[in-house]
Nanobody, 127 residues
């Protein structure tokens, strides 16, 4: 069983920055592919960013490419999402997720590959 706890959300103005963190339980964090997703009111949950087990490969949604950066620290069992140049349309609940049966270099960009999810953290960008 993997437990994920997100933090770092909040209210920020357009153009501002936030860094989200996701702390994972367990001693095998380096074997998990990790991802960030978001869900705005009335919309489906969508992919934001993903990172491979070692951190050597990443993937981003087109809507955040160049503004968001995903990273991980396997020694701290934590994955991060650095968000810059935030826009009102980035407002959503952000979730981190863990995939436990992945190849070392794989980055998963769909919800269906992830077995474990955090409770989410709210990000609100004011105009």
């Amino acid at each position: 069983q993997v437990q994920l706890v997100e933090s770092g959300g909040g209210l920020v103005q357009t153009g501002g920055s936030l860094r989200l963190s996701c702390a994972a339980s367990g001693r095998t964090f380096s074997s998990y592919g990790m991802g960030w997703f978001r869900q705005a009111p009335g919309k489906e949950r969508e992919f934001v960013a993903a990172i491979s087990r070692s951190g050597g490969s990443t993937a981003y949604a087109d809507s955040v490419k160049g503004r968001f950066t995903i990273s991980r620290d396997n020694a701290k069992n934590t994955v991060y999402l650095q968000m810059s140049s935030l826009k009102p349309e980035d407002t959503a609940v952000y979730y981190c997720a863990a995939a436990t049966l992945v190849q070392n270099s794989a980055v998963l960009t769909t919800l269906f590959g992830y077995a474990y999810w955090g409770q989410g953290t709210q990000v609100t960008v004011s105009s």
